[in-house]
C-alpha cells in the first residue's frame, strides 16, 4: 500500500523542569477550591501610575500594587492564607508571603517562575516593586521561590509515585510550604491579551488571585456616567480552610483597597 507523505515537523525534548509543575498542578487538584470572579475599578490606580510616568519615566509595577493590596488585606485577616497541620491544627503566619509569577527564560524556553515576595504585608509599594523589577532583571537561579525549580530536573527521573508521596510529605510542613511557595498567589494573565477576560487556574495555595483583562465600560461616578477601566479579577480559596463569608469580606476589602489606589500616593510622591 502506498503511504502519504508525513507533514513536515521537528521534534524537541520535554522540558524536565516541567515536571515538577505538573506534579504540583496534580495535587493542586486535590483541593477543594472556590472561585469569585470580580471586576474592580482600577481608573484612579493606572492614572496614577500613567502620571507618574509621563512625570519621571518610570513604570511603577501593577502588579507590586496588587501584591500590596492583597498583602494588606490578608494581614487584617491572616486565617486567609493559613495551611493545614494534619487534622486538627492550622498555622496562622504572622508574614505574608506573596508568589508572583515572572516569565522568563529557563532550559531554553520560556515559562512562568515564581518569585516570592517575603513578608509583602510589612513593605511599601516601592519596596515590592523594586523587588519584582530585580527579579524580572536578575538570574532564575537567584530568586526567591525557586527552590522547587532547582531540584525538579532531578526529581523528574524519579517514578511517579515516589515524587507524589514527596510531594505530600512537603504538604504536612507548613512551613515547608511557606519557604517554597509563599503563602498567598498572585497569576497575572491580563498582560498578554486586550480586553475583558477571566482567568482560572489550578490553584496550590489557600489564596490566589488572578488578574485577567482590563476593559473600558461606562459607570455612575458622583450621578453622571463616565467611562471607567475595570479589571477582572478571579479570586480562589481553599473552602477547607476559609468559610464563604470570611472570604467574601476579604474579597470586598482587596476590592476596596485598589479602588482607593492604596500606597500609591506614597510610592509617587
Not at 465600560?217 to 473552602?239: N, Q, Y
Not at 485598589?258 to 500609591?264: A, K, M
Request: glycine share 8%; proline share 4%; charged share 25%.
Amino acid at each position: 500500500m502506498r503511504t502519504e507523505p508525513e507533514s513536515p515537523y521537528h521534534e524537541v525534548e520535554f522540558p524536565r523542569i516541567r515536571e515538577g509543575a505538573i506534579d504540583l498542578l496534580r495535587e493542586a487538584q486535590r483541593k477543594h477550591m472556590i472561585h469569585a470572579l470580580v471586576e474592580i475599578d482600577v481608573t484612579d490606580a493606572r492614572r496614577r501610575i500613567r502620571e507618574h510616568k509621563a512625570e519621571t519615566g518610570e513604570t511603577l509595577s501593577f502588579t507590586a500594587f496588587i501584591a500590596l493590596c492583597m498583602a494588606k488585606a490578608v494581614d487584617e485577616d491572616k486565617a486567609m492564607h493559613a495551611y493545614r497541620r494534619g487534622k486538627r491544627k492550622l498555622v496562622v503566619f504572622d508574614e505574608v508571603d506573596v508568589n508572583t509569577m515572572v516569565e522568563r527564560q529557563v532550559g531554553g524556553s520560556r515559562m512562568g517562575t515564581p518569585n516570592i515576595i517575603r513578608a509583602a504585608n510589612k513593605k511599601s509599594l516601592r519596596q515590592i516593586h523594586d523587588e519584582i523589577r530585580a527579579a524580572q532583571a536578575g538570574a532564575v537561579e537567584d530568586t526567591q521561590g525557586m527552590e522547587w525549580f532547582r531540584w525538579a530536573p532531578l526529581a523528574a527521573r524519579l517514578p511517579i509515585w515516589l515524587r507524589t508521596l514527596a510531594w505530600r510529605a512537603m504538604q504536612r510542613n507548613p512551613h515547608t510550604l511557606k519557604r517554597i511557595a509563599g503563602t498567598v498567589g498572585i497569576t497575572a494573565v491580563g498582560m498578554f491579551g486586550l480586553g475583558a477576560g477571566w482567568g482560572l487556574t489550578i490553584p496550590f495555595l489557600t489564596l490566589n488571585v488572578v488578574l485577567g483583562g482590563i476593559a473600558e465600560k461606562p459607570a455612575l461616578v458622583g450621578g453622571h456616567l463616565e467611562p471607567r477601566e475595570f479589571l477582572c479579577v478571579t479570586i480562589s480559596v481553599d473552602h477547607d480552610i476559609v468559610d464563604g463569608a470570611p472570604a467574601a469580606r476579604f474579597a470586598s476589602r482587596f476590592k476596596d483597597l485598589i479602588e482607593s489606589s492604596y500606597g500609591l500616593a506614597e510610592a509617587t510622591a
